[in-house]
């Protein structure tokens, strides 16, 4: 199992950071990509050294494509013509689609994936999704979102839950004791 966590100046620190701890908790291999530059200032300047370039993973398979948030990280997400192939993709072939935050909204719902699918994101941000659930996290069809840092922890168990079954993410969420 693999992941892509998909960056720029300006995501969230938790969302990028929590995920990706969780999901190698669960043993699926993590690979960060900006769609900037190789190191991005996070939303709260903690600097992150990435492991690639978008233009380097484009045209590898992934199990699940994931955007955090962050306000400016998101608006900076949804200028990326390769993220956007990547995420239509991925949707097209049924294949896991994550976001958490202002992504949902700015850059999920932007591209018109979820025009037919529940979700939730940053809660001012609610309006601009088609179907909004208040809920930490919300499972739609092949799309998993969640509303923000706080919910990180949640966000990651359902990815693990998704892709590695119920055992494997209840053994890593009560391991980081997320009750």
Not at 19 to 39: C, F, G, N, P
Not at 75 to 89: F, G, N, Y
Not at 122 to 133: A, N, R, S, T, V
Request: charged share 20%; with cysteine.
């Amino acid at each position: 199992m693999n992941a892509l966590i998909v960056v720029a100046n300006g995501s969230e620190e938790m969302e990028i950071v929590i995920t990706a701890d969780m999901l190698v908790r669960a043993d699926i291999q993590v690979t960060i990509a900006s769609v900037e530059d190789k190191t991005i200032a996070a939303s709260r300047g903690v600097r992150i050294e990435t492991d690639a370039l978008i233009a380097d993973v484009v045209n590898e398979e992934f199990d699940v494509v994931i955007c955090p948030g962050g306000l400016a990280g998101a608006k900076t997400l949804q200028q990326s013509e390769l993220l956007k192939s990547l995420l239509i993709q991925q949707d097209q072939q049924n294949k896991w689609v994550a976001a958490i935050c202002a992504a949902p909204a700015y850059v999920l719902a932007h591209h018109q994936l979820l025009n037919d699918r529940e979700a939730t994101c940053y809660p001012d941000f609610k309006d601009k999704l088609p179907i909004f659930e208040d809920r930490a996290v919300v499972v739609s069809k092949n799309v998993i979102t969640s509303q923000g840092p706080g919910t990180a922890f949640l966000f990651a168990t359902e990815i693990i839950k998704q892709l590695r079954g119920d055992a494997v993410a209840e053994q890593v969420a009560a391991n980081a004791l997320i009750v």
